[in-house]
Structures are given as structure tokens and as C-alpha cells.
């Protein structure tokens, strides 16, 4: 049982913390509203599932015998986080208002996870931790999975409702513009460290 309850505080430490998710969810709250955000919370729920039992099953062991593999990954991901970043951070409120932008779609968020170190950290670190050679393996990863959601869900979701929120205060669109640059910002600075040492380990 204690060890149950380590695991919940783990996914709630690690999901209730900023991260690139919960910085492009809030930043969709802000820009486009909940519901037209609910796809993206979406994927973003049910691909860090699949990404957790896949790597739990057995993808986490071919990317051991191919480390190289994993960390092209890692630095296309950075690659891509900052892209999204500078996408976020230039994002005129003219052009939502307009209905020239749109939200992640559950396909994107969903496959985006593949390549968000902080995704990666999270499950292999709940692997590492939360598993043994005592019971069921893969009875072990569906606690795993099924604790990431029930917890998970609950963390992600509250910062779209933040930044749903935040909606209403930023009016302006000079307002909507600097919160954009500063969570444009953000994801930049989120994805820093993990590029850094992705490249030093090539």
C-alpha cells in the first residue's frame, strides 16, 4: 500500500508540475477556450497511455539496444518543441479571433508525446521505480498507466481551466500577445536542458 501511494504522489508530483503540456494546454485555454481544447487534452492523455504501456512491453527494450535511435528522437522532439514554442510566441490574437489558427488536434497531441523529454523522464522514471521481480510485470505497468490517467487527467485539465480563465482577463489583445510571447518563452526554456544534454551524449 505505501508503495501505491508513493506512485499517486509521483504522478501527481510530475504531472501537476510545468512541463511542455501543461504549458501548450494552458496556452490553449488562454487563446481558444476549453472546448475547442478538449481534443488536445485528449491526446495528450491517451498517448502518454500508449506511450507508457509500449515502452513498458517492450519498445523501452529496443531503444536500449538502440540508444542512438532514442536520443535522434530526443533531439528531433527538442527540435519540434521549439518550433511549437516560436509558433506559440508569435501568435497574433487577430488570427484566432479570426479563425485563422487552431488548437493541436488529438492526432498531434496524441503522437507529440513521442517526443516530449518530459514524458520520457516520467515514464521511464515510474518504471524504473515502481516495478520489481516480485508479481506480475505487466500487471505492475497497468497500475503504472492506470494511476498516470486517474491522476493525470485531473492535473493536465486544471491547467486548461487556468488558462481558460486567464481568458478572461486578457481582453486585450496586447495582453493576449505578451502571454503568448512569455509562454512561448517557456516551452523554449523547458526544452534547453534535455536538447543541452542530448547533444553533449552524441
Known amino acids: 500500500m505505501e508503495l501505491f501511494w508513493a506512485l499517486v504522489f509521483f504522478a501527481f508530483a510530475t504531472s501537476i508540475t510545468p512541463g511542455p503540456n501543461n504549458i501548450m494546454i494552458m496556452s490553449s485555454g488562454v487563446n481558444y477556450g476549453v472546448q475547442k481544447s478538449l481534443p488536445h487534452l485528449a491526446g495528450i492523455q491517451l498517448g502518454f497511455l500508449v506511450m507508457l504501456l509500449a515502452v513498458g512491453l517492450g519498445a523501452g527494450l529496443i531503444l536500449q539496444q538502440h540508444p542512438l535511435l532514442h536520443q535522434v528522437i530526443k533531439l528531433l522532439g527538442s527540435f519540434y518543441l521549439l ?72 492535473c493536465t485539465g486544471s491547467w486548461l481551466l487556468f488558462g481558460a480563465a486567464l481568458k478572461r482577463l486578457l481582453t486585450a489583445a496586447e495582453h493576449r500577445r505578451r502571454f503568448n510571447q512569455l509562454m512561448g518563452l517557456l516551452l523554449a526554456l523547458s526544452v534547453l536542458p534535455p536538447l543541452w544534454q542530448t547533444i553533449q551524449t552524441l
Open 83 to 154: 518550433y511549437l514554442a516560436w509558433k506559440i510566441a508569435s501568435a497574433e490574437p487577430a488570427q484566432i479571433t479570426t479563425g485563422n489558427s487552431k488548437p493541436l488536434s488529438f492526432m498531434q497531441a496524441l503522437l507529440f508525446q513521442w517526443v516530449n523529454a518530459k514524458a520520457w523522464v516520467m515514464i521511464t522514471g515510474a518504471i524504473a521505480a515502481f516495478t520489481s521481480l516480485q508479481g506480475l510485470y505487466w500487471q505492475q505497468i497497468a497500475l503504472i498507466a492506470v494511476v498516470f490517467l486517474l491522476v493525470g487527467l485531473p
